[in-house]
Nanobody, 125 residues
Framework: VQLQASGGGLVQAGGSLRLSCTVSGLTFSSYVMGWFRQAPGKEREFVAAISRSGGVTYYAKSVKGRVTMSRDNAKNTVYLQMNSLFPEDTAVYFC???????????????????WGQGTQVTVSS
């Protein structure tokens, strides 16, 4: 199983980035997908998750209204569109996959089975 995240980079505050995560080695449409991030010296935190069909999304309060998660099951890919970025959004962003269903939310990293390697997002002030 491989989860390949991409799209990170350096952007000025107020700017936008779109992250992608392409998955192989599993039946993509059977997995809920999530994005997490980890800033230096901080714990990994939940950013967003999306249901298997893409019809339901979950967002952390810190990013709600600025971030949109989507998926394309035909391409085995999830996306994270991030707008109005703040320096506090600087972190390594990880995508993750879980086959667990019916969870009240998908914000706990322990619920995920597979993880990508992460992509660095740096927001300058």
């Amino acid at each position: 199983v491989q989860l390949q995240a991409s799209g990170g980079g350096l952007v000025q505050a107020g700017g936008s980035l779109r992250l992608s995560c392409t998955v192989s080695g599993l039946t993509f449409s059977s997995y809920v997908m999530g994005w997490f991030r980890q800033a230096p010296g901080k714990e990994r935190e939940f950013v967003a998750a999306i249901s298997r069909s893409g019809g339901v999304t979950y967002y952390a309060k810190s990013v709600k209204g600025r971030v949109t998660m989507s998926r394309d099951n035909a391409k085995n890919t999830v996306y994270l569109q991030m707008n109005s970025l703040f320096p506090e959004d600087t972190a390594v962003y990880f995508c993750a996959a879980t086959k667990k269903t019916l969870l009240p939310d998908y914000s706990y990293s322990r619920d995920y089975d597979y993880w990508g390697q992460g992509t660095q997002v740096t927001v300058s002030s």
